[in-house]
């Protein structure tokens, strides 16, 4: 059998590290301020990072007005995201993008957060590393926020998929990613390795719900 993933990284011309996994169902809930076109694209660009290391999501979008957030996710290889006005401070000072709660050290919630406002201020107080934004276009603005956003977006979903919260040296999974590496162009700083594509395919296969196989059925065409 062929998963569903494989005919499309075929079609995109890329060879994934290890054989295709099945897609992943996300469901994506934006605060009302946080334009869509923003989350657009940074679903693209967290899709670019792991479609390299050949794992794909299925993004369901839902306003967040319009989800009720005291419901879990359903399914247990699925994920829900938020990106809204909450802010954190880490315990060393530093105000995270985005983070994903671990119930216990290995076990993630099915949940990430990601901060638009945290963006918003990290974006401000980068104009060394991505020009003076007064009167810079919205699509641009919006092209270098989505950028850092998904990266941040890819890295949490890493903690989901590897069900660690532990770092790298380097990678997507690197602790710290400074404002150069979330706003350039080059995204080779947020390669997925190998070795962690072993250990997210072991995991995938064991959230799979167990599906009777079902003999298909053939007809022809109308
Ligand atoms: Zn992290």
Redesign the pocket.
């Known amino acids: 059998m062929v998963p569903f993933g494989a005919s499309r990284a075929t079609a995109a011309g890329l060879l994934p590290a290890t054989p295709m996994l099945p897609p992943m169902i996300v469901t994506v809930v934006a605060a009302s301020d946080v334009p869509p076109s923003l989350v657009s694209l940074m679903l693209a660009e967290t899709d670019a990072i792991w479609r390299r290391a050949g794992f794909t999501f299925i993004w369901q979008r839902v306003p967040l007005d319009a989800w009720p957030l005291d419901t879990p996710p359903s399914r247990p290889a699925s994920l829900r995201v938020i990106i809204g006005r909450n802010q954190r401070t880490a315990a060393d000072g530093t105000l995270p993008l985005g983070w994903i709660v671990f119930d216990d050290v290995a076990t993630p919630e099915q949940e990430v957060y990601v901060s638009y406002a945290s963006a918003v201020r990290l974006f401000e107080s980068a104009t060394g590393v991505v020009g003076p934004i007064n009167a810079m276009p919205r699509l641009q603005r919006e092209t270098l926020m989505a950028r850092a956003m998904g990266r941040v977006l890819a ?2 979903i890493g ?1 989901y998929l590897l069900a660690s ?1 532990v ?1 790298a040296v380097g990678g997507l ?1 690197k ?1 710290v990613q400074t404002a150069t590496e979330l706003f350039s162009p080059d995204r080779t700083h947020f390669l997925v390795q190998p070795s962690q594509m072993t250990t997210v395919a072991a995991r995938v296969a064991s959230l799979q719900p167990l599906v009777p196989e079902v003999t298909p059925r053939f007809r022809g065409g109308v």
Do not use: G, L, S, Y
Request: net charge neutral.
């Open positions: 890295h949490e903690h919260k770092h999974m602790a």
